[in-house]
């Protein structure tokens, strides 16, 4: 076998591996399976193309970034390395040249979207191309918990047992849950070597800010960098496109880049990015998935990132050289509900939703970090000890003080009314406002009702923000966003524990402008709720989503909350067929439960004649023993009250005519009581 430092040298240019890589590259060519957790920059790609050089056959990386491929397919052909790649970015004539080199044997390495694996003839023409060796780059994407979830990757471990061979994951960012996943779905369970080399990227300056005038923000960041590659991430398409705009009229060398754009405009931006100096790319997160460029300087979020994994894939873009880079963040109570409502729209199982707000919950941590945050980004991937005095909390400490006060009667309100509100509420009874919904559920009788008048909305808002933070409340999916608590709100409710908060944060909250909502803060994560169950009835049906409801009848429902059919039955845009095909399934998303009546009943939801059914449906309840109690049972079926109700009958002997004679004489005079009550 060739040594690797000869091939490292000849073939990479390199004196020396970097930290970490020896160990690896020797499991990886000794034929082990392998888990690499390796820093972004850290020179994952090393440890699987210098084995597969020195291993013979092909190795088939299988890897969801195309704009990656092409890169090293590009580093390794012009080193000499026989390589290709089959990726939805080909072109037919790229395509037929990989081909044709796989069947005359040239190949050494062959790089794969996993897409291609749900083809059975790609996995037959892998089995006859002497297949030794599989690495699977960003490994991560098997996790269904974790934050990048790839279907196509579930295919990965039955091909492994298919061509007998051994598998060498690689990924930069996978908790321990993340980890033991990775190791059931592609090692079968069986614990590969492992190396955990750490996420620390020390050469990488972080810092956050709260928006305030974030277009400013942003220019004035990339101003201080000005001639130098960078990266701003945004949460919308739309943004991407003004911001870039901007930029360019600042004097900046500037282009967007999201997903609704033309494959081929997107290879340009990705094809200029690569070769130009100094070039910004203002992108949605669509960009940047395996962008290999070395001396990217900065990395900018004009947005929230959906999670500190996100955000730390996202920001190990840069510095890749191990030259100094530098990010900024900014973040707002916007972004917030936005990434709440994300998750609650999702098709995910509560327990998935509930992971997931831990998540955005955790970057909140970060984001309302009170020390280092270095340490905070890092503890949370399980790793403690760690030096930074490089960023901005370490070289500005912020301003704290002790909050357990105001936190405990923030959660003292969450208790006292059963978990079952939204912070909107939970400030109304803190600051004492009065509201039709206070006084409907009495809350203006608590103990915590007006408490919290020492500070104002927006202050209280940002005490539950670094609440969320601390995790010591989440979102509950499965009740409409009420805030419920966890175990590590305890301590402080029972005053067995002190927090501390930031008090710059709390001085700096200020209403500000806020984006036009569909409907109030606390509904909001109901017509989450019922959009998430509108899309799955829909992709179960194969319809469009409006084809069920459209988003005017769901926001109807959201603020007028029906609790039975004859309520969801005047709902604008529910008629008798959605009502029958579609009113149990709403209601119980509304209500958690739903009432089951029977479908005489069901027919009658909405109409006067209903009320007429319930009445006289009660008052047979009253007398199904007769006068005394002491009768015989009897009773009436559903489909002979729905006649009354519908014939209403004006004498005993219409009403004979539709009962009979006995259950007339028990009835016949209530019931019509009843009808003469109603009309």
Not at 485 to 508: F, G, S, V, Y
């Amino acid at each position: 076998m060739i040594c690797p430092k000869t091939l490292l040298r000849e073939i990479f240019g390199f004196d020396e591996f970097r930290p970490g890589q020896r160990d690896i590259v020797d499991a990886v060519s000794d034929g082990e399976n392998v888990l690499a957790i390796m820093p972004t920059g850290g020179g994952k790609s090393l440890c699987f193309q210098l084995p597969a050089l020195m291993r013979g056959g092909l190795t088939v990386v299988i890897s969801p970034l195309i704009a990656l491929m092409r890169d090293q397919v590009r580093g390794l052909q012009a080193a000499g390395v026989a390589a290709g790649a089959l990726t939805s970015g080909n072109t037919q004539e790229e395509t037929d040249a990989v081909f044709s080199d796989l069947n005359a044997g040239k190949l050494r390495l062959l790089y794969l979207a996993p897409e291609r694996l749900a083809s059975s003839a790609m996995q037959s023409a892998l089995r006859r191309y002497n297949v030794t060796s599989l690495a699977v780059d960003e490994a991560h994407c098997v996790s269904q918990w974790g934050h990048d979830f790839r279907p196509d990757y579930l295919r990965i471990g039955e091909l492994r047992r298919s061509l007998g061979v051994p598998l060498a994951a690689f990924t930069a960012t996978a908790d321990e849950e993340t980890r033991q996943e990775i190791t059931e779905r592609l090692f079968d369970g069986a614990a590969p070597r492992a190396f955990l080399h750490g996420f620390d990227r020390p050469n990488i300056h972080l810092s956050f800010a709260a928006k305030d005038n974030p277009r400013h923000q942003i220019m004035e960041f990339a101003n201080q960098r000005k001639g130098q590659s960078g990266i701003v991430y945004c949460g919308t398409r739309a943004k991407t496109e003004t911001l870039s705009k901007a930029l360019k009229e600042a004097g900046h060398s500037t282009c967007y880049y999201h997903g609704g754009m033309n494959a081929e405009y997107r290879r340009v931006v990705e094809n200029r990015f690569a070769v130009e100096d100094g070039l910004i790319v203002v992108a949605t997160v669509a960009f940047g998935m395996g962008v290999d460029k070395p001396d990217i300087r900065w990395v900018a979020h004009a947005d929230l990132p959906k999670s500190i994994e996100s955000y730390y894939q996202e920001i190990g873009r840069a510095g890749r050289d191990g030259g100094p880079a530098e990010t900024l963040t900014l973040y707002g109570a916007d972004d917030i509900r936005l990434r709440r409502t994300q998750i609650d729209e999702g098709l995910a199982p509560v327990e998935r939703k509930s992971a997931d707000h831990g998540r955005l919950n955790a970057l909140l941590g970060l984001a309302e970090a009170l020390e280092c945050r270095r340490r905070t980004l890092l503890g949370y991937f399980g790793e403690s000890n760690v030096e930074c005095k490089h960023c901005d909390l370490c070289e500005t400490p912020p301003e704290t003080f002790d909050g357990t006060e105001s936190v405990r009667k923030a959660l003292s309100a969450i208790l006292r009314t059963n978990q079952y509100f939204g912070a909107g509420h939970l400030i109304d009874i803190l600051l004492g406002n009065e509201t039709d919904k206070t006084r409907s559920h009495g809350h203006e009788t608590l103990p915590t009702f007006g408490v919290g008048k020492d500070l104002s909305r927006v202050k209280w808002q940002a005490v539950f923000r670094q609440m969320m933070g601390y995790d010591l409340v989440r979102p509950d999916s499965a009740r409409n966003g009420a805030l419920c608590m966890t175990e590590h709100a305890l301590p402080i409710l029972r005053n067995q524990q002190r927090i501390t908060l930031r008090m710059d944060t709390i001085k700096a909250a200020k209403s500000g402008s806020r984006v036009k909502m569909l409907v109030s803060e606390e509904d909001a994560p109901l017509l989450s709720a019922l959009k998430a169950k509108r899309r799955g009835l829909a992709e179960t049906a194969g319809v469009p989503a409006y084809i069920v409801f459209n988003d005017k009848t769901l926001i109807d429902m959201a603020q007028r909350r029906p609790t039975n059919l004859d309520e969801m039955a005047v709902i604008n845009g529910v008629g008798a067929k959605k009502l029958e095909s579609y009113g149990d399934i709403f209601l119980e998303v509304i209500n958690g439960e739903v009432e089951r009546v029977h479908p005489n009943r069901r027919k009658l939801a909405g109409d006067k004649d209903g009320v007429l059914y319930d009445l006289l449906l009660e008052a047979q309840s009253e007398l199904s023993r007769g006068l005394t109690g002491l009768d015989k049972p009897l009773s009436c079926s559903a489909s002979l009250l729905a006649k009354i109700s519908k014939r209403k009958p004006r004498s005993l002997n219409e009403i004979s005519q539709i009962l009979g004679e006995q259950k007339t004489e028990r009835f016949g005079a209530a019931f019509l009581d009843v009808l003469v009550q109603v009309h």
